[in-house]
């Protein structure tokens, strides 16, 4: 009989009994933990040197959880970042989903909670706390409403893309981070604006974010 290969984990976090914490946890599912990072370089370097399934990280650990929660996904795209953290606020949970996050789960969770977790990830699912998942819909269905008020107001439609470029920009995002984060050149996030100027008939970039119903 072939035994089922383990799902390979590595642990991010610069609080050590928390990474023990986890690592048992894991241990007693079908985890391995290949390995631990007390801060965003070390976790970075290990994610690209181990290669593992699943990157936890923790939002607040030395050096920025999210910007290592960026530099993986960019780096490791195979690997599904999940946050470990005990912050609530909805601005770490947004920034680590738009920094490639997959799944944000909160460390006061039941334990045994963490492995099934972890496996929906894997499987295509959302792992969110209960207590966040109405700001995402929230989030979600406020962004569906702008974009039908734009479309009633306007013959003409955004691209899936124009829409992205312009809510990084809106989030507070240089044109060279929104090029960054989508993989393209600062010239290419500059012809999306300017085309979206063009469509909304306004001046400038933030008229067309005041327009698309930015802050």
Known sequence: MVTPA????????????????????????????????????????????????????????????????????????????????????????????????????????DPDRLGPALHGVLAGEAALPRALVSRVLEEFQGRSRRKLFVQAQRPTQLTAREWEVMELLRDGLSTEEVASRLFVAPG????????????LEVPDRATAIRVLGGR
């Open 188 to 199: 290419t996030v500059r012809v999306h604006v300017s085309s979206v100027l063009k469509k």
């Open 6 to 109: 383990r799902i390979r984990v590595l642990v991010a976090d610069s609080h050590a009994p928390t990474r023990a914490g986890v690592r048992a946890s894991l241990d007693a599912s079908a985890f391995e933990v290949v390995g631990e990072a007390p801060d965003r370089a070390r976790a970075v370097e290990l994610a690209g040197e181990l290669g593992p399934d699943i990157c936890l990280l923790d939002v607040h650990m030395r050096g920025g959880g999210i910007e290592a929660a960026e530099d993986i996904s960019r780096a490791v795209p195979d690997c599904a970042v999940v946050m470990l953290t005990y912050s609530t606020n909805e601005n770490d949970l947004f920034d680590s989903l738009r920094a490639g996050a997959r799944g944000y789960l909160l460390k006061d969770m």
